[in-house]
Structures are given as C-alpha cells and as structure tokens.
C-alpha cells in the first residue's frame, strides 16, 4: 500500500503544500497561485487541494501530514523576546499574540479540521525542514548543507552533513542574529516591502558602488573568519516593533528610509551594492569554513537568503566546493516538502538513491497542468478568439514571433514550483532586442525599470555565451557574459540608471548593467520538452540559443496558474500572443472590450 505524505507550510509568507508518494515528488505549489493574493500565508487549502486531486486520492488516504516547523518553539522565541523589550513593543506583541491564540498554538487541531484528517500529524523543525529541502533532492550521496533566512524557531543559520537518507545540523546562529533580516532591514531602509522585495535590492545593487561596506562591518555586523556573525541590535527594531529598522540605524547613514514607490536615489543603490557585498561575503566565508570542516565536496543550500543567485554564483566560482545544488523554492513554501521528504527518510527510515547527477525535483514542475481540452472548452465558452495549430507550426510560428520582437505569453505543461518561472508560465522575447528590456519591464511587467530579465539559454550553447562551467536549471546562479558577446566601445560609464543606456553585449535585453545574467539552462531532458524544442527551433533559425525568460505576471501579483489567469493578464498588458497549449491567441484579433471570462471547471 502506498505512503502518501502531506507537507504544509503556512503562517508567515509563502504558504505552500507538497505532496511525496513513497519517496516520489508527486505535487507542490504556492498558495498564492490560487487565491491571486501574492506571498498569501494563509493555511493553503487550495495547493492541498490540488496535491491530492493531482494524485488522485483524499486527506483520508494520507498516511501523515507535516507541518514545517514547530510552533510551540516559535511561540517561545516570540515571547522571549517580547520579555526581553517589554514594555518596549507592546504594540507589535498586541498584534501578534491573537493569532497564535487563535490557530497557531494548535496547529494539529487545525490541520485536522482543515483536511477533514483523523490520521498522523508531525512536526519537524524549520531549519530541519530546509535542510531536508536541499539535501534530498538534490542528486548529490553526500553533501555538506547549508541553511540561512531570516528566522524559523531560534535558528536563522545552520549547516551540517548529509549522507545517504539522514543528515545532522552540526551548528545555527540564532535570532535576532540573522544575515537575511539584516538584507530585510536594507530592503525596507529602500523602500521596498519586506519578505517580498529583497530580489529588488540584489537587481538594484549593481547600480551603486560598495561605499558603505566598512560601515557595516564595523557598526551593523560583526563578521568572523568563519562566516559566524552576531548584529548590534542597537540599530534594528524587529525584535520587538512594527519596523525593521530604528532612529539608531536612521542617524547612522544620515536619512529615514525612503518612501515606497518615492525617487530611488543614487544613495538607495549604494546602500544595496553594498549590503550584497556583505551578504556575498558572509556565505563566501560560512561555505570555505564549512568545507574545512566536513571536507565535503558538494553543497546543498536552502532557506530565503539561497534565492540570492548573485551570492550563489559566487559560491560556485570562488568557494571551494565542486557542486552546488539549490532548492528552487527555498523559502518558506519549500519547507512544506522539505518536511514531507525528512519524514519518508528519516522517521521512517527508507533508503534513498542518488547518483550524483540526477537530481529529484522533476524540474519544479510540480503544479497543476491543463488540457489542450480544458483549454479550448475555456476559450470556446467565453467566445476568445484563437487558432489551434500543429505542434510543428506552433513551434515555427512562436520563433518567428520572437524573431520578429514580439512579446508572447507562454503557458505550457506544469507550473513551476517556486518564484521563478522556468519556461512553463512564462513571457518570452528577443534577447537581441535593444528595446525589449524597457519594453517589458514598462508596458508589460508594469515595474521598476531598473529591473533585469533574466535569459534561457540552451543548455549546450550555454558556455558559448556566459561564464559558466556547471548547469543552472532553476535559475538560481549569475554568470558573466562571455567577452566575446560583449560590446568593446570605451564609452564612459555613466552613473546611476543612465547606466541602462549603455548597449552592452549582443543579447542586451538581459545583460545586467555589471555584464551578468540570471541564467536558466535549458536541457534536451528537461520534463518541459516543449520549451526546449522552441529554443532549438529559435536556434536554427536565427543562430541564437538565447531568449527572454521573465514570470508571466504583473507586478503585485503572483505568477499565473490556470488559462483564466493568463488571458486576464494577457489582456491587461501590450503583449502581442499568448500561446497556451496548441494555441495561439492574437491580441490584435481579441475583443476591445473588457472580459470577464468564466472558469467553467473546479479541481474537486
């Protein structure tokens, strides 16, 4: 009889469900998806729905259910250190004590009654559940690990080794010492929002200069040579109030924080260059001490702060380790599987198979998928024009499309796992193009036009463009565009955004202002076959392996889930095609007035 098992992650940011089938990833994905609320914590009963219509079985045919992290611990750091401020915060606290009263001091209770569940129900710890996030899928037999976030119970770092099915956490930092709370307090002293926008402080960062580095080195972060780190805390306001940062932190770079959606200053980019220098330097120092110490020549890294593909790629070029493998989701939704993979390993002791080269995360998709006849039924039932074509002409078609700079929304097989899309719901374009990045991010993306896109490239051509000598699949490593790509001419380099003028390689639209790019590599074997083979048919055409790849949302929301969300946005933005499936919908050819298309179908 087989072993299903249910891991749930909620409460704090990135609600998500994860589903394992006797060791097997069967399904996971984000809340967020279904309910449009972007980063929705709330207890995700639609991604559970869907994990288990996915494997065809109900809350009933579980053989457990797990839950992240333990809550009882979180409770007694929460009101630790509430103690140790009081009366200092008492507003926060007021805040935040009625919802653990309410649902997060009984967890089992509630996750029973959600589930309609008489069966098992476990706890595993947060960093616990991270770690089991990067060891057990990746395709490494043995692996040191490495862990960092903002703060799960106590922990905000840990490392350890893992090996065959079992893994141990040799040491942690813990809170209020916390490397990604520390990158939070910058992303909030910049005017972006906390626990949503720290990928815009890395975008932003190499706009500036690392001017301020010895200033947090001496004053925010003691730093040591083994990566450990402690945070004065004289500066920040987290532990106990409504704000990251204090008057303290205020008076020390001589502003308050800038107002949300207010000018970005040439100061803002400095302070961002230079809080990723200090990020970069820490996990650079953390993984060379942990290599001394467990001589292991993989690293598996997990938790918020491994979403720093800049961090990342450094890691990969600069440390000592061979091979890194990153969770894709390695925030807080990943923890859901995490959870329910240490639970098929480790207490219930199963052997695990790995052959160093493989990895289990199916590509992270991992999410729902839709028909060619669910979609024509949708497209059928709310009058949308389109045309169905052949797989061949769709794939000559979509090239030439992008040949010609269009901008096309592509919806295809799984949705991703994860914050990054990874060519199944994605908006695709002309690296080539010198008006495609401001296009995007201004007409489509509705952004910040500082803001880089990150290109595919065909796996095997990859070395030919960027400076990598390893795979990025999941889009989570920066690598430098190779200088034959690169543009010679000695203009001067001018400051601040004018620096986005500046054409700087042969594949502009996602070439970074500091000649990187977040890359995804894009394989033969990649379960999303289709988007490999309309790269290659690009390639043939044009001689270029590379393409746009960007989410397919809108800014403030969440990536699209369903052929209802895709055309909703298709229709708000300039872009020119959406393809979903073996269909091409024309923007020219649709309706000028507003549609309020009809779902005509629910997951049970």
């Known amino acids: ?258 107002k949300p959606e207010t000018q970005i200053t040439q100061m803002d980019m400095d302070l961002a260059r230079s809080v990723q220098a200090v990020t970069e330097e820490v996990m650079l120092k953390a993984s060379r001490y942990i290599y001394k110490l467990t001589g292991q020549k993989n690293l598996c890294l997990a938790g918020g702060v491994a979403l720093n593909c800049v961090a990342n790629g450094r890691i990969l070029r600069e440390g000592p380790f061979e091979n890194i493998w990153i969770q894709p989701s390695s925030g807080d939704a990943g923890g859901a599987l995490g959870a329910a993979l240490r639970i098929w390993y480790k207490y219930l002791g199963n052997k695990r198979i790995a052959d160093n080269i493989k990895d289990s995360q199916k590509g992270s998709y991992l999410g729902p998928e839709y028909s060619d006849s669910y979609i024509e039924t949708y497209l059928k039932t709310n009058n949308i024009p389109y045309a169905k074509l052949t797989k061949e002409a769709l794939l000559k078609t979509v090239s030439q499309y992008i040949n010609d700079e269009k901008v096309i929304g592509w919806f295809q097989g799984r949705m991703e796992f994860g914050p990054r899309a990874l060519g199944a719901r994605s908006i695709i374009g002309d690296a080539r193009s010198i008006a ?31 400076n990598i000598n390893s795979e990025s699949p999941y889009m989570l490593l920066t690598a430098d565009v190779n200088s034959s790509h690169l543009k010679k001419d000695n203009v001067k380099e001018p400051e601040g955004f004018d620096r986005l003028k500046i054409i700087r390689s042969d594949i502009p639209a996602v070439t970074h202002v500091d000649d990187s790019a977040r890359l995804q590599t894009v394989s033969k074997d990649t379960p999303n076959r289709i988007y490999y083979e309309l790269m290659n048919e690009f390639y043939k055409n044009t001689g270029c392996a590379v393409i746009i790849n960007t989410s397919f949302n809108v800014r403030g929301e969440p990536i699209v889930a369903s052929p209802e969300d895709a055309y909703r946005c298709f229709m708000r933005t300039e872009m020119d095609y959406l393809v979903m499936g073996s269909f091409v919908l024309d923007k020219k050819l649709q309706p000028k007035q507003k549609i309020e298309t009809k779902q005509y179908f629910e997951l049970d």
């Open 1 to 258: 009889m087989a072993i299903y098992i249910l891991g749930i992650s909620c409460f704090y940011h990135d609600s998500a469900a994860a589903l394992v089938k006797d060791g097997e990833i069967i399904a996971a994905a984000q809340e967020e998806r279904f309910t449009r609320k972007k980063h929705d914590f709330s207890f995700p009963e639609n991604a559970v729905k869907y994990c288990l219509n996915e494997a065809g079985i109900v809350s009933k045919d579980l053989s457990f259910a797990v839950f992240y992290d333990k809550p009882l611990l979180k409770f007694e750091r929460i009101l630790l250190t509430y103690l140790s401020y009081a009366p200092t915060g008492f507003r926060s606290f007021n805040k935040a004590i009625p919802l653990w009263l309410k649902d997060r001091l009984w967890m089992s209770s509630l996750i029973s009654e959600k589930l309609n569940y008489d069966g098992k129900i476990l706890f595993t710890e947060h960093h616990e559940s991270h770690a089991s996030s990067a060891f057990y899928p990746s395709p490494f037999k043995e692996a040191a690990i490495l862990t960092m976030d903002g703060v799960g119970e106590w922990a905000t770092t840990s490392f350890g080794v893992g090996k065959d099915n079992d893994f141990e956490l040799l040491y942690e930092i813990k809170f209020p010492h916390s490397l990604g709370l520390l990158y939070s307090a910058f992303t909030y002293y910049a005017g972006f929002k906390v626990n949503s926008a720290e990928y815009k402080v890395m975008g932003l960062a190499p706009y500036g200069e690392p001017k301020y580095v010895d200033l947090i080195l001496k004053e925010l972060i003691d730093l040591k040579e083994d990566g450990s780190f402690k945070l004065n805390m004289k500066y920040f306001n987290y532990c106990a109030g409504l704000t990251m940062t204090n008057k303290n932190f205020n008076k020390l770079f001589g502003r308050g924080h800038r």
């Open 436 to 466: 495609m990045q401001s296009r995007m991010n201004l007409k489509i993306k509705f952004r910040e036009s500082f803001r880089p896109f990150a290109p595919s490239v065909l796996a095997e051509k990859a070395k030919d463009y960027f």
